[in-house]
C-alpha cells in the first residue's frame, strides 16, 4: 500500500518538476493599487536583474480592473531604464473590452484581468539593472476600478 502511494505522489510530482524546470519566465512582479484605485501620481517601478545579453526576451503587462472601470480602454506611458541611464518612452493604447463593453481577458465576479503584450524579441545589450517605470495616461487623475498591473518578461526558447 505504502509503495502504491510513494508510487502514485512521485507519477503527480514529475511532471511539475518537469514543467517547473522548463519555465522561461525571467522576472514577474506586480503592484497593487490602493483602494482600486491608480491615481497619477503612483508610477509603478520595477527593477528588472538582466545577465543575459544573448537570450530574447518578450515583455508584456498584466492589468486586473474590476467593473467600476469606466473605460474601455487605457494609456499607458511606460519608460525603460537601462543600467547606463538611457532611456526610452512609449505611449501605449490597449483595449480592455470591446464596443458593447464585454471585458476582454478571462475574469471572475467582479474582476478581470487581461494580458498586454509590449514588446516581442528584446535583447538586454547590457547586464545590470534595467527599471521599467508605468504611468497611466488617462485624462482623470484617480483611475478607479484597477486591482494591479503587472510585468512578466520571458526568454524565447529557441
Known sequence: MIKRIIRLLSFMVSPALLLSCNSHVMFTGSAVMPSNIWQLDNIPDFSI??????????ISFSIRTGSSYPFRN????????????????????FYLADE????????FG??????????????FPLKGIYRIKVQHGMRTEDL?????????????SK
Open 49 to 58: 536583474p538582466v545577465d543575459d545579453t544573448l537570450s530574447s526576451n518578450n
Open 110 to 123: 467582479d474582476i478581470h484581468e487581461l494580458k498586454l503584450p509590449y514588446k516581442s524579441n528584446v535583447y
Open 100 to 107: 458593447k463593453g464585454n471585458w476582454y481577458g478571462k475574469g
Open 74 to 93: 487605457i494609456y499607458l506611458f511606460v519608460t525603460t531604464f537601462s543600467p547606463d541611464g538611457e532611456k526610452i518612452t512609449d505611449t501605449l493604447n
Open 144 to 156: 478607479k476600478g484597477v486591482y494591479d498591473l503587472g510585468v512578466r518578461i520571458e526568454k524565447i
